[in-house]
């Protein structure tokens, strides 16, 4: 009974070592990998030059990449091409940004704070207010709301909608429908639009 008892303990004890070797080969791994990737940056950054065409916008990707291959080192295969690795992390991180502005792009003409005032027009402007605030309220109760919620406050196309309690798709027709109604009012429909 001893003797199975004894075998028994020590093929745990072996399953033991071997395991607690196999975490630290997988550590070492981890370390040699980071140490990898902190020595390819200075390639990475001319990389990121060639890809975005600015320094600023370079660093911000060579830092992108370097976060995102850190904590997915554990998926790096040991013995193939880390630079090329770390280049199609650092080539799709660039693309989703490219896509993610081309996107956002079309909301950049329309913001407001690209236009200039300056303090002479600080009259102009109440009076504009004004105007605005007047010709929301001849405007149907239910179109205004919309504006107000999307334009004035701030709120998300989904979130004026939560609060409307309407879908998301009549929301944007009355706030374009409200738009087009405050242009009227204010005599302003016959604006060309780029």
């Not at 205004?144 to 798709?169: F, P, T, W």
Request: one cysteine or more; charged letters at 25%; glycine letters at 4%.
């Amino acid at each position: 009974m001893y003797s199975i008892i004894n075998t028994s303990a020590s093929k745990n004890n072996l399953r033991s070592q071997s395991h607690h070797q196999d975490l630290d080969e997988i550590d070492s791994h981890h370390q040699k990998t980071l140490r990898q990737i902190v020595s390819l940056g200075p390639d990475m950054r001319k990389f990121a030059i060639y890809l975005c065409r600015n320094s600023n916008d370079a660093d911000d990707l060579v830092q992108e990449t370097a976060l995102k291959a850190i904590s997915k080192s554990d998926q790096y295969q040991p013995n193939t091409n880390l630079r090329a690795w770390l280049y199609t992390i650092m080539r799709n991180n660039f693309y989703t940004s490219c896509y993610k502005r081309a996107r956002e792009k079309p909301g950049d003409l329309d913001c407001a704070s690209d236009i200039p005032v300056e303090d002479c027009d600080t009259a102009y402007w109440h009076l504009r207010m004004t105007e605005v605030s007047s010709a929301m309220r001849l405007i149907a109760p239910h179109l205004s709301q919309a504006i107000k919620l999307v334009a004035m406050d701030g709120h998300s196309y989904q979130r004026a909608s939560e609060i409307i309690g309407c879908n998301i798709g009549t929301l944007k027709s009355r706030v374009n429908r409200g738009r087009a109604a405050l242009r009227n009012r204010l005599g302003e429909d016959q604006m060309v639009t780029a």
